[in-house]
């Protein structure tokens, strides 16, 4: 099982340099503690610089972004550059899981 983080996080064209540095810390950050990060850019045409983002890591262990490098790194995207977060739990396909907690 694993768990995803995704952000959807716009990105001021006049921003766009300090986005990339800190995307590079924030998945340098996010490999070291064996997380995958990934993200896209929008194919709106009005929307060019809005990204999403994805963190997964597996379920059987402690939140990695909740400590460490990774917490630090995504704080400081966040505080530069806001975004809207959320939590996702991989199902499995058993039906116990198909329903909401």
């Known amino acids: 099982m694993h768990v995803l983080l995704s952000i959807t996080r716009p990105v001021p064209a006049g921003q766009l340099?300090?986005?990339e540095l800190s995307w590079r810390r924030l998945r340098a950050a996010a490999g070291d503690v064996g997380v995958h990060a990934w993200r896209?850019?929008?194919a709106v045409v009005s929307e060019p610089t809005?990204?999403?983002e994805?963190?997964?890591?597996?379920a059987d262990r402690d939140d990695?972004?909740?400590?460490?490098?990774?917490?630090e790194a995504l704080a400081e995207l966040g505080d530069t550059l806001p975004g809207e977060a959320?939590?996702?739990h991989e199902l499995t396909g058993e039906p116990s899981q198909e329903r909401a907690p």
């Open 17 to 19: 340099q300090v986005y």
């Open 86 to 88: 959320e939590t996702w």
């Open 40 to 42: 896209f850019r929008s």
């Open 64 to 71: 990695p972004t909740a400590t460490g490098p990774l917490r």
């Open 50 to 52: 809005r990204y999403l």
């Open 54 to 58: 994805f963190l997964e890591w597996r």
